[in-house]
Protein backbone atom coordinates (compact mmCIF):
# COMPACT_ATOMS: atom_id res chain seq x y z
CA UNK A 1 0.00 0.00 0.00
CA UNK A 2 0.79 3.88 -0.93
CA UNK A 3 0.10 4.35 2.81
CA UNK A 4 -1.40 3.66 5.84
CA UNK A 5 -5.25 2.48 5.64
CA UNK A 6 -6.07 2.61 9.26
CA UNK A 7 -5.05 5.14 11.31
CA UNK A 8 -6.10 5.84 15.24
CA UNK A 9 -8.41 8.65 16.10
CA UNK A 10 -4.80 9.73 18.11
CA UNK A 11 -2.99 9.36 14.93
CA UNK A 12 -5.49 11.40 12.77
CA UNK A 13 -5.52 14.46 15.11
CA UNK A 14 -1.93 14.74 15.18
CA UNK A 15 -1.70 14.74 11.13
CA UNK A 16 -3.87 17.71 11.65
CA UNK A 17 -2.31 19.64 14.01
CA UNK A 18 1.01 19.43 12.02
CA UNK A 19 -0.88 20.55 8.68
CA UNK A 20 -3.52 22.89 8.88
CA UNK A 21 -5.80 23.34 7.28
CA UNK A 22 -6.16 20.29 6.85
CA UNK A 23 -8.75 18.13 4.29
CA UNK A 24 -10.97 15.50 5.77
CA UNK A 25 -9.35 12.43 4.78
CA UNK A 26 -11.09 10.13 2.87
CA UNK A 27 -10.78 6.63 1.50
CA UNK A 28 -11.83 4.55 -0.97
CA UNK A 29 -12.39 1.10 -0.61
CA UNK A 30 -14.16 -2.03 -2.61
CA UNK A 31 -16.13 -4.55 -0.75
CA UNK A 32 -17.04 -7.84 -1.46
CA UNK A 33 -18.63 -10.87 0.47
CA UNK A 34 -17.71 -14.40 1.43
CA UNK A 35 -20.43 -16.33 2.97
CA UNK A 36 -22.47 -13.58 5.29
CA UNK A 37 -19.59 -11.78 6.37
CA UNK A 38 -18.55 -8.45 4.65
CA UNK A 39 -14.86 -7.63 3.92
CA UNK A 40 -13.12 -4.71 2.11
CA UNK A 41 -9.62 -3.58 0.40
CA UNK A 42 -8.33 -0.55 0.09
CA UNK A 43 -8.33 0.48 -3.88
CA UNK A 44 -5.24 2.04 -4.08
CA UNK A 45 -3.98 -2.21 -4.49
CA UNK A 46 -6.83 -3.30 -6.63
CA UNK A 47 -5.99 -4.08 -10.49
CA UNK A 48 -8.78 -5.64 -11.34
CA UNK A 49 -11.92 -8.21 -11.06
CA UNK A 50 -12.56 -10.85 -13.24
CA UNK A 51 -14.15 -14.38 -13.85
CA UNK A 52 -13.04 -16.82 -12.19
CA UNK A 53 -10.48 -18.70 -14.23
CA UNK A 54 -9.15 -21.96 -15.64
CA UNK A 55 -6.48 -22.91 -13.02
CA UNK A 56 -3.77 -25.26 -12.87
CA UNK A 57 -3.21 -27.18 -10.10
CA UNK A 58 -0.17 -27.59 -7.92
CA UNK A 59 0.36 -30.20 -5.83
CA UNK A 60 1.79 -29.77 -2.26
CA UNK A 61 0.19 -26.58 -1.52
CA UNK A 62 -2.72 -25.25 0.98
CA UNK A 63 -5.96 -25.74 -0.18
CA UNK A 64 -6.77 -21.95 0.10
CA UNK A 65 -4.33 -21.80 -3.25
CA UNK A 66 -6.72 -22.59 -6.12
CA UNK A 67 -3.76 -23.23 -8.69
CA UNK A 68 -2.31 -20.68 -11.46
CA UNK A 69 -3.56 -19.11 -14.33
CA UNK A 70 -2.17 -17.49 -17.07
CA UNK A 71 -3.71 -13.51 -17.41
CA UNK A 72 -2.69 -11.66 -20.79
CA UNK A 73 0.94 -13.57 -20.72
CA UNK A 74 1.86 -13.47 -17.18
CA UNK A 75 1.19 -16.14 -14.48
CA UNK A 76 -1.32 -15.10 -11.82
CA UNK A 77 -1.73 -17.02 -8.60
CA UNK A 78 -5.15 -17.66 -7.34
CA UNK A 79 -5.89 -18.19 -3.47
CA UNK A 80 -9.60 -18.87 -2.82
CA UNK A 81 -10.31 -16.46 0.33
CA UNK A 82 -13.83 -18.68 0.86
CA UNK A 83 -11.42 -21.85 2.06
CA UNK A 84 -9.07 -19.55 3.97
CA UNK A 85 -11.79 -18.06 6.23
CA UNK A 86 -13.45 -21.23 6.21
CA UNK A 87 -16.51 -20.35 4.57
CA UNK A 88 -19.72 -22.57 4.22
CA UNK A 89 -18.07 -24.76 0.71
CA UNK A 90 -20.27 -23.31 -2.54
CA UNK A 91 -19.75 -23.86 -6.41
CA UNK A 92 -18.32 -20.96 -8.64
CA UNK A 93 -21.42 -19.62 -9.79
CA UNK A 94 -22.39 -16.42 -11.91
CA UNK A 95 -21.60 -13.60 -8.89
CA UNK A 96 -18.12 -15.23 -8.12
CA UNK A 97 -15.40 -13.23 -9.23
CA UNK A 98 -11.78 -13.30 -8.77
CA UNK A 99 -10.00 -10.09 -7.57
CA UNK A 100 -6.73 -9.22 -8.65
CA UNK A 101 -5.10 -7.42 -6.32
CA UNK A 102 -1.62 -5.86 -5.88
CA UNK A 103 0.69 -7.61 -3.27
CA UNK A 104 4.22 -7.46 -3.65
CA UNK A 105 3.03 -8.69 -7.48
CA UNK A 106 -0.12 -9.44 -8.80
CA UNK A 107 -2.50 -12.11 -6.65
CA UNK A 108 -6.34 -13.45 -7.47
CA UNK A 109 -8.54 -13.83 -4.50
CA UNK A 110 -11.72 -15.32 -5.07
CA UNK A 111 -14.94 -13.64 -3.32
CA UNK A 112 -18.09 -14.89 -3.30
CA UNK A 113 -20.00 -12.12 -4.56
CA UNK A 114 -18.42 -8.27 -5.37
CA UNK A 115 -20.67 -5.84 -3.89
CA UNK A 116 -19.66 -2.10 -4.66
CA UNK A 117 -16.93 0.59 -4.50
CA UNK A 118 -17.47 3.50 -1.92
CA UNK A 119 -15.80 6.46 0.45
CA UNK A 120 -14.75 6.16 4.03
CA UNK A 121 -14.26 8.98 6.19
CA UNK A 122 -11.16 8.51 8.58
CA UNK A 123 -13.47 8.28 11.62
CA UNK A 124 -15.48 5.53 10.16
CA UNK A 125 -12.15 3.45 10.17
CA UNK A 126 -10.77 1.81 13.51
CA UNK A 127 -8.34 -0.57 14.20
CA UNK A 128 -9.91 -3.78 15.78
CA UNK A 129 -8.92 -6.55 18.47
CA UNK A 130 -11.67 -8.06 17.09
CA UNK A 131 -13.68 -8.51 20.35
CA UNK A 132 -16.97 -8.36 18.87
CA UNK A 133 -18.50 -11.64 18.33
CA UNK A 134 -19.79 -10.64 14.52
CA UNK A 135 -16.19 -10.81 13.22
CA UNK A 136 -15.48 -13.85 11.02
CA UNK A 137 -12.64 -16.32 11.81
CA UNK A 138 -9.28 -15.08 10.52
CA UNK A 139 -8.95 -12.13 12.52
CA UNK A 140 -5.29 -12.25 12.35
CA UNK A 141 -5.66 -10.78 8.47
CA UNK A 142 -7.59 -8.34 8.96
CA UNK A 143 -6.33 -4.43 9.59
CA UNK A 144 -9.49 -3.56 10.79
CA UNK A 145 -13.21 -2.52 10.80
CA UNK A 146 -15.57 -0.16 8.77
CA UNK A 147 -18.34 1.39 10.92
CA UNK A 148 -21.01 1.24 8.89
CA UNK A 149 -23.83 3.52 9.03
CA UNK A 150 -26.42 0.81 9.52
CA UNK A 151 -24.31 -0.56 12.51
CA UNK A 152 -22.78 -3.49 10.29
CA UNK A 153 -19.12 -3.91 10.56
CA UNK A 154 -17.06 -3.94 7.02
CA UNK A 155 -13.68 -6.30 7.97
CA UNK A 156 -10.53 -4.66 6.23
CA UNK A 157 -8.37 -7.31 5.31
CA UNK A 158 -4.52 -6.90 5.31
CA UNK A 159 -3.74 -9.29 2.16
CA UNK A 160 0.50 -8.74 3.14
CA UNK A 161 -0.24 -10.18 6.76
CA UNK A 162 -2.24 -13.15 5.27
CA UNK A 163 -0.03 -14.33 3.05
CA UNK A 164 2.97 -14.15 4.83
CA UNK A 165 0.95 -16.48 7.47
CA UNK A 166 -0.47 -18.74 4.57
CA UNK A 167 2.35 -19.08 2.47
CA UNK A 168 5.82 -19.10 2.60
CA UNK A 169 6.08 -16.44 -0.90
CA UNK A 170 3.34 -16.43 -3.23
CA UNK A 171 4.96 -13.44 -5.28
CA UNK A 172 6.52 -15.12 -8.25
CA UNK A 173 9.38 -13.10 -8.31
CA UNK A 174 10.09 -14.03 -12.35
CA UNK A 175 13.89 -12.94 -13.00
CA UNK A 176 14.72 -14.03 -16.98
CA UNK A 177 18.25 -15.29 -16.94
CA UNK A 178 18.66 -15.95 -13.26
CA UNK A 179 20.94 -18.59 -11.39
CA UNK A 180 17.93 -20.13 -9.53
CA UNK A 181 16.99 -20.63 -13.09
CA UNK A 182 19.77 -22.60 -14.51
CA UNK A 183 20.37 -24.40 -11.32
CA UNK A 184 18.06 -27.21 -12.73
CA UNK A 185 19.87 -27.45 -15.67
CA UNK A 186 23.14 -27.02 -14.28
CA UNK A 187 22.81 -29.71 -11.34
CA UNK A 188 21.62 -32.60 -13.85
CA UNK A 189 24.38 -32.16 -15.73
CA UNK A 190 26.96 -32.52 -12.77
CA UNK A 191 25.20 -36.23 -12.49
CA UNK A 192 25.99 -37.45 -15.88
CA UNK A 193 28.19 -40.02 -15.16
CA UNK A 194 25.91 -41.36 -11.85
CA UNK A 195 26.05 -45.00 -11.87
CA UNK A 196 24.45 -46.97 -14.89
CA UNK A 197 24.91 -50.62 -16.30
CA UNK A 198 28.90 -51.71 -16.83
CA UNK A 199 27.36 -52.44 -21.02
CA UNK A 200 27.40 -49.42 -23.26
CA UNK A 201 23.65 -48.14 -24.05
CA UNK A 202 22.09 -46.32 -26.71
CA UNK A 203 18.93 -44.17 -26.37
CA UNK A 204 16.37 -44.19 -29.09
CA UNK A 205 13.19 -42.99 -29.46
CA UNK A 206 10.44 -45.29 -31.38
CA UNK A 207 7.50 -44.15 -33.09
CA UNK A 208 4.14 -46.59 -35.41
CA UNK A 209 3.98 -45.94 -39.05
CA UNK A 210 1.27 -48.57 -40.19
CA UNK A 211 1.11 -50.61 -37.18
CA UNK A 212 5.43 -51.49 -37.26
CA UNK A 213 7.77 -50.04 -35.16
CA UNK A 214 10.44 -47.89 -35.89
CA UNK A 215 12.93 -45.38 -34.32
CA UNK A 216 15.80 -42.70 -33.95
CA UNK A 217 18.63 -42.70 -31.86
CA UNK A 218 18.11 -39.53 -29.68
CA UNK A 219 21.13 -37.48 -29.64
CA UNK A 220 19.63 -35.87 -33.16
CA UNK A 221 16.20 -34.71 -31.38
CA UNK A 222 15.84 -31.85 -30.81
CA UNK A 223 11.53 -32.05 -30.00
CA UNK A 224 8.74 -33.60 -30.47
CA UNK A 225 5.75 -31.24 -30.46
CA UNK A 226 2.15 -31.69 -31.56
CA UNK A 227 0.71 -31.87 -35.28
CA UNK A 228 -0.12 -28.60 -35.78
CA UNK A 229 -3.27 -26.93 -36.78
CA UNK A 230 -2.13 -24.94 -39.57
CA UNK A 231 0.36 -26.40 -42.13
CA UNK A 232 1.77 -23.99 -45.60
CA UNK A 233 1.94 -26.02 -48.41
CA UNK A 234 4.59 -26.06 -50.60
CA UNK A 235 3.72 -25.35 -54.40
CA UNK A 236 5.54 -28.24 -56.70
CA UNK A 237 7.30 -29.54 -53.52
CA UNK A 238 8.75 -33.09 -53.11
CA UNK A 239 5.11 -35.54 -52.29
CA UNK A 240 6.58 -36.11 -48.79
CA UNK A 241 6.77 -32.41 -48.20
CA UNK A 242 3.63 -31.91 -46.22
CA UNK A 243 4.52 -27.87 -46.43
CA UNK A 244 6.48 -25.60 -43.61
CA UNK A 245 5.16 -24.13 -40.34
CA UNK A 246 6.38 -21.02 -38.04
CA UNK A 247 8.79 -23.22 -35.49
CA UNK A 248 10.36 -20.50 -33.01
CA UNK A 249 10.52 -17.86 -35.25
CA UNK A 250 11.91 -20.15 -37.98
CA UNK A 251 10.78 -21.83 -40.68
CA UNK A 252 10.62 -25.73 -40.17
CA UNK A 253 9.25 -28.31 -43.44
CA UNK A 254 7.62 -31.43 -42.08
CA UNK A 255 7.99 -34.50 -44.32
CA UNK A 256 5.66 -37.55 -44.16
CA UNK A 257 7.95 -40.11 -42.62
CA UNK A 258 5.74 -43.16 -43.97
CA UNK A 259 5.85 -42.03 -47.42
CA UNK A 260 9.36 -41.05 -47.67
CA UNK A 261 9.69 -44.88 -46.94
CA UNK A 262 6.93 -46.40 -49.11
CA UNK A 263 4.32 -46.86 -46.82
CA UNK A 264 0.85 -45.14 -46.72
CA UNK A 265 0.37 -43.79 -43.74
CA UNK A 266 -2.91 -42.35 -42.25
CA UNK A 267 -2.31 -39.24 -39.70
CA UNK A 268 -4.47 -38.48 -37.13
CA UNK A 269 -4.06 -35.39 -35.29
CA UNK A 270 -4.58 -36.17 -32.02
CA UNK A 271 -2.01 -38.84 -32.04
CA UNK A 272 0.19 -37.60 -34.06
CA UNK A 273 3.46 -36.46 -33.61
CA UNK A 274 6.43 -34.00 -35.07
CA UNK A 275 10.19 -35.17 -34.74
CA UNK A 276 12.38 -32.39 -34.76
CA UNK A 277 15.37 -33.74 -35.70
CA UNK A 278 18.91 -32.10 -36.64
CA UNK A 279 19.96 -33.09 -40.03
CA UNK A 280 23.71 -32.07 -41.16
CA UNK A 281 24.12 -33.16 -44.95
CA UNK A 282 27.29 -32.13 -46.98
CA UNK A 283 25.69 -29.44 -48.64
CA UNK A 284 22.99 -28.03 -46.69
CA UNK A 285 22.01 -28.53 -42.73
CA UNK A 286 19.28 -27.64 -40.64
CA UNK A 287 15.89 -28.69 -38.68
CA UNK A 288 12.97 -31.30 -39.95
CA UNK A 289 10.02 -32.38 -38.89
CA UNK A 290 9.24 -35.25 -39.46
CA UNK A 291 5.57 -36.42 -38.94
CA UNK A 292 4.88 -40.25 -37.50
CA UNK A 293 1.56 -41.73 -36.65
CA UNK A 294 2.21 -42.56 -33.04
CA UNK A 295 5.52 -42.07 -30.51
CA UNK A 296 5.77 -44.97 -28.65
CA UNK A 297 8.89 -44.71 -26.34
CA UNK A 298 11.67 -43.61 -25.33
CA UNK A 299 14.09 -46.79 -24.31
CA UNK A 300 17.84 -47.39 -23.67
CA UNK A 301 18.78 -50.13 -26.06
CA UNK A 302 21.72 -52.41 -25.12
CA UNK A 303 24.79 -53.40 -27.38
CA UNK A 304 23.86 -57.09 -27.62
CA UNK A 305 20.40 -55.98 -28.34
CA UNK A 306 21.77 -53.70 -31.35
CA UNK A 307 22.25 -55.67 -34.53
CA UNK A 308 23.66 -53.61 -37.90
CA UNK A 309 21.79 -54.43 -41.02
CA UNK A 310 22.62 -57.65 -42.36
CA UNK A 311 24.59 -57.10 -45.59
CA UNK A 312 22.42 -58.86 -48.43
CA UNK A 313 19.45 -55.79 -47.44
CA UNK A 314 22.03 -52.79 -46.05
CA UNK A 315 22.64 -52.15 -49.80
CA UNK A 316 18.91 -52.66 -50.94
CA UNK A 317 16.96 -49.57 -52.29
CA UNK A 318 14.09 -50.23 -49.57
CA UNK A 319 16.06 -50.16 -46.89
CA UNK A 320 19.18 -47.51 -47.62
CA UNK A 321 18.30 -44.93 -44.59
CA UNK A 322 18.16 -47.85 -42.05
CA UNK A 323 21.08 -48.24 -39.78
CA UNK A 324 20.28 -51.32 -37.18
CA UNK A 325 17.83 -53.25 -36.06
CA UNK A 326 16.71 -53.62 -32.17
CA UNK A 327 16.00 -56.59 -30.93
CA UNK A 328 14.21 -56.26 -27.29
CA UNK A 329 12.27 -58.00 -25.34
CA UNK A 330 14.19 -61.47 -25.54
CA UNK A 331 13.77 -60.88 -29.74
CA UNK A 332 9.95 -60.89 -29.63
CA UNK A 333 10.05 -57.26 -30.14
CA UNK A 334 12.13 -55.68 -33.42
CA UNK A 335 12.61 -52.09 -33.93
CA UNK A 336 14.41 -51.10 -36.98
CA UNK A 337 16.21 -47.79 -36.54
CA UNK A 338 16.93 -45.15 -39.38
CA UNK A 339 20.41 -43.12 -40.04
CA UNK A 340 20.12 -39.58 -39.90
CA UNK A 341 23.58 -39.63 -42.03
CA UNK A 342 21.89 -41.61 -44.77
CA UNK A 343 18.78 -39.74 -44.52
CA UNK A 344 20.39 -36.38 -45.21
CA UNK A 345 20.84 -38.31 -48.77
CA UNK A 346 17.39 -38.63 -49.52
CA UNK A 347 16.10 -36.21 -52.15
CA UNK A 348 13.01 -35.34 -49.79
CA UNK A 349 14.76 -33.79 -47.56
CA UNK A 350 17.49 -32.38 -49.22
CA UNK A 351 14.25 -31.04 -51.16
CA UNK A 352 12.94 -29.48 -47.92
CA UNK A 353 16.34 -28.24 -46.72
CA UNK A 354 16.44 -26.11 -49.78
CA UNK A 355 12.57 -24.88 -49.81
CA UNK A 356 13.39 -23.52 -46.29
CA UNK A 357 16.57 -22.05 -47.39
CA UNK A 358 14.87 -20.35 -50.35
CA UNK A 359 12.15 -18.98 -47.94
CA UNK A 360 14.70 -17.76 -45.60
CA UNK A 361 16.00 -15.80 -48.44
CA UNK A 362 12.89 -14.32 -49.45
CA UNK A 363 11.66 -13.11 -45.68
CA UNK A 364 15.60 -11.62 -45.42
CA UNK A 365 14.98 -9.42 -48.51
CA UNK A 366 11.91 -8.09 -46.91
CA UNK A 367 13.93 -6.65 -44.49
CA UNK A 368 14.90 -6.53 -41.15
CA UNK A 369 12.49 -8.26 -38.80
CA UNK A 370 12.85 -8.86 -34.88
CA UNK A 371 14.41 -11.91 -34.12
CA UNK A 372 14.94 -14.13 -31.11
CA UNK A 373 18.26 -14.17 -29.54
CA UNK A 374 19.38 -17.48 -30.85
CA UNK A 375 22.39 -17.64 -28.44
CA UNK A 376 19.60 -18.02 -25.20
CA UNK A 377 20.24 -21.68 -24.13
CA UNK A 378 17.48 -23.99 -24.49
CA UNK A 379 16.07 -26.39 -21.40
CA UNK A 380 14.94 -29.49 -22.89
CA UNK A 381 12.12 -31.50 -20.84
CA UNK A 382 10.12 -34.61 -21.30
CA UNK A 383 6.62 -33.33 -20.36
CA UNK A 384 3.72 -35.87 -18.75
CA UNK A 385 -0.20 -35.59 -17.53
CA UNK A 386 -1.11 -36.32 -14.04
CA UNK A 387 -4.96 -35.92 -13.95
CA UNK A 388 -5.39 -32.72 -15.84
CA UNK A 389 -2.26 -31.18 -14.90
CA UNK A 390 1.12 -31.06 -17.30
CA UNK A 391 4.52 -31.33 -15.88
CA UNK A 392 8.30 -31.65 -17.03
CA UNK A 393 11.21 -33.59 -15.98
CA UNK A 394 14.65 -32.47 -17.31
CA UNK A 395 15.48 -35.03 -19.78
CA UNK A 396 19.25 -35.38 -18.66
CA UNK A 397 17.58 -37.40 -15.69
CA UNK A 398 15.52 -39.86 -17.47
CA UNK A 399 16.69 -43.05 -18.85
CA UNK A 400 13.70 -44.32 -20.75
CA UNK A 401 10.35 -44.35 -20.70
CA UNK A 402 8.65 -48.28 -20.87
CA UNK A 403 5.26 -48.67 -20.68
CA UNK A 404 3.52 -50.26 -17.26
CA UNK A 405 3.54 -53.66 -17.11
CA UNK A 406 0.38 -56.24 -16.40
CA UNK A 407 2.49 -57.39 -13.04
CA UNK A 408 4.07 -55.07 -10.90
CA UNK A 409 5.47 -57.21 -7.48
CA UNK A 410 3.87 -55.85 -4.45
CA UNK A 411 7.18 -55.14 -1.79
CA UNK A 412 5.68 -55.41 1.92
CA UNK A 413 6.12 -52.63 4.52
CA UNK A 414 7.15 -50.29 2.01
CA UNK A 415 5.82 -46.56 2.26
CA UNK A 416 2.14 -46.49 0.43
CA UNK A 417 4.04 -44.27 -2.23
CA UNK A 418 6.13 -47.57 -3.63
CA UNK A 419 3.72 -49.70 -5.89
CA UNK A 420 6.99 -52.33 -6.48
CA UNK A 421 9.27 -54.01 -8.27
CA UNK A 422 9.50 -54.96 -11.77
CA UNK A 423 12.24 -56.70 -13.78
CA UNK A 424 13.79 -54.85 -16.61
CA UNK A 425 16.11 -56.18 -18.48
CA UNK A 426 17.33 -58.46 -15.78
CA UNK A 427 17.82 -55.68 -13.25
CA UNK A 428 15.14 -55.24 -10.65
CA UNK A 429 12.98 -51.43 -11.18
CA UNK A 430 11.64 -49.97 -8.29
CA UNK A 431 8.67 -48.32 -9.35
CA UNK A 432 6.26 -45.16 -7.72
CA UNK A 433 3.43 -43.83 -8.31
CA UNK A 434 3.85 -40.25 -9.20
CA UNK A 435 0.20 -39.24 -8.36
CA UNK A 436 0.64 -40.39 -4.78
CA UNK A 437 4.46 -39.19 -4.36
CA UNK A 438 2.80 -35.57 -4.98
CA UNK A 439 0.27 -35.87 -2.88
CA UNK A 440 -2.61 -36.63 -5.44
CA UNK A 441 -5.40 -39.48 -5.52
CA UNK A 442 -4.12 -42.75 -7.03
CA UNK A 443 -5.32 -43.44 -10.56
CA UNK A 444 -6.65 -47.18 -11.61
CA UNK A 445 -4.25 -48.67 -14.53
CA UNK A 446 -4.84 -47.20 -17.90
CA UNK A 447 -2.86 -47.91 -21.27
CA UNK A 448 -1.72 -44.46 -21.44
CA UNK A 449 -0.35 -44.57 -18.54
CA UNK A 450 3.90 -44.85 -19.05
CA UNK A 451 6.77 -45.43 -16.73
CA UNK A 452 9.50 -42.59 -16.71
CA UNK A 453 12.71 -44.43 -15.65
CA UNK A 454 15.15 -41.70 -13.66
CA UNK A 455 18.82 -41.97 -12.34
CA UNK A 456 18.29 -40.00 -9.53
CA UNK A 457 21.90 -39.90 -7.57
CA UNK A 458 22.76 -43.10 -9.15
CA UNK A 459 19.46 -44.94 -8.47
CA UNK A 460 17.37 -46.33 -10.76
CA UNK A 461 13.59 -45.31 -10.09
CA UNK A 462 10.53 -45.65 -12.43
CA UNK A 463 7.71 -43.67 -11.79
CA UNK A 464 4.33 -44.26 -13.41
CA UNK A 465 2.69 -41.00 -14.78
CA UNK A 466 -1.06 -41.07 -16.18
CA UNK A 467 0.62 -40.29 -19.46
CA UNK A 468 3.49 -39.00 -21.44
CA UNK A 469 2.66 -35.92 -23.86
CA UNK A 470 6.18 -34.98 -25.81
CA UNK A 471 9.89 -34.06 -25.21
CA UNK A 472 9.84 -30.06 -25.33
CA UNK A 473 12.74 -27.76 -26.11
CA UNK A 474 12.45 -24.04 -24.45
CA UNK A 475 15.05 -21.11 -24.06
CA UNK A 476 15.46 -20.49 -20.99
CA UNK A 477 14.02 -16.87 -20.69
CA UNK A 478 10.68 -18.43 -20.68
CA UNK A 479 11.64 -20.59 -17.43
CA UNK A 480 10.28 -18.70 -14.63
CA UNK A 481 10.36 -18.98 -10.62
CA UNK A 482 7.46 -20.59 -8.77
CA UNK A 483 5.68 -19.30 -6.22
CA UNK A 484 6.70 -20.72 -2.48
CA UNK A 485 3.50 -22.21 -1.74
CA UNK A 486 4.91 -24.86 0.80
CA UNK A 487 8.14 -26.26 2.18
CA UNK A 488 7.56 -29.31 0.09
CA UNK A 489 5.89 -27.50 -2.67
CA UNK A 490 8.56 -25.14 -3.06
CA UNK A 491 11.86 -27.82 -2.73
CA UNK A 492 10.00 -29.75 -5.20
CA UNK A 493 8.26 -27.67 -8.43
CA UNK A 494 10.32 -24.73 -7.69
CA UNK A 495 10.21 -23.25 -10.88
CA UNK A 496 7.56 -22.59 -14.26
CA UNK A 497 7.60 -22.46 -17.91
CA UNK A 498 5.00 -20.14 -19.36
CA UNK A 499 4.26 -20.93 -22.58
CA UNK A 500 1.56 -18.07 -23.42
CA UNK A 501 1.22 -17.96 -26.85
CA UNK A 502 0.01 -22.06 -26.38
CA UNK A 503 -1.95 -21.41 -22.68
CA UNK A 504 0.06 -23.67 -21.42
CA UNK A 505 1.36 -23.76 -17.78
CA UNK A 506 3.94 -26.64 -16.87
CA UNK A 507 5.21 -27.02 -13.83
CA UNK A 508 8.86 -28.45 -13.53
CA UNK A 509 9.75 -31.01 -11.08
CA UNK A 510 13.62 -31.05 -9.45
CA UNK A 511 14.33 -34.81 -9.46
CA UNK A 512 17.28 -34.79 -7.60
CA UNK A 513 14.32 -34.22 -5.04
CA UNK A 514 11.38 -36.29 -5.80
CA UNK A 515 13.53 -38.65 -3.03
CA UNK A 516 15.28 -38.08 0.10
CA UNK A 517 18.63 -39.41 1.11
CA UNK A 518 16.74 -41.77 3.16
CA UNK A 519 13.93 -42.95 0.61
CA UNK A 520 16.99 -43.15 -1.53
CA UNK A 521 18.99 -45.36 0.12
CA UNK A 522 15.86 -47.27 0.94
CA UNK A 523 14.61 -47.84 -2.21
CA UNK A 524 18.60 -48.72 -3.21
CA UNK A 525 18.37 -51.67 -0.17
CA UNK A 526 14.84 -53.09 -1.53
CA UNK A 527 16.59 -53.46 -5.49
CA UNK A 528 19.98 -54.71 -3.85
CA UNK A 529 18.02 -57.60 -1.43
CA UNK A 530 15.10 -58.39 -4.59
CA UNK A 531 17.92 -59.03 -6.77
CA UNK A 532 19.58 -61.65 -4.19
CA UNK A 533 16.37 -63.30 -3.72
Not at 528 to 533: K, R
Request: with cysteine.
Amino acid sequence: MNREVVQSQQDIGSHQSRSQPQEEEVYRFLTFSIGEECFAFNMDILQEIIWVPRTIKVPLTPPSFLGLTNLRGSILPIIDLRILFNAPTAEIGDETRAIIIQAGSAIGVVVDRVDRVFEVRAEQIERTNCTSQRCSEGVEYLEGVIKGEDGDLIQIIDIQRLIQLEFLDISLGAEKGSREREEVVTSSRQDDDMGGDSQEERQIITFFLRGQEFGFEIDRLKEIIRYPEEIHVVPEADTSLLGVINYRNQVLPLLDMGRMIGLDTDYDPEQSRVLVMQITGEELSGLVGFVVEQVHEIVKVKEREWSPLPELISHSDECSELKAICKLEGGRRIVSVFSLQKMAEHPAIENALAVTEEIKEEQESMGPSEKEDLMDEELQLVTFKLADEEYGIVIDYIQEIILVPEQINVVPRTPDYIEGMINLRGAVLPVIDMRKRLGQEASSRKDSQRIIVLNIEGVKTGFIVDCVTEVLSIPLSKVEKAPRLSEEQANLMDQVINLEEKSRIILIINAKKLLSEEELDEIKNLGEEEEEI
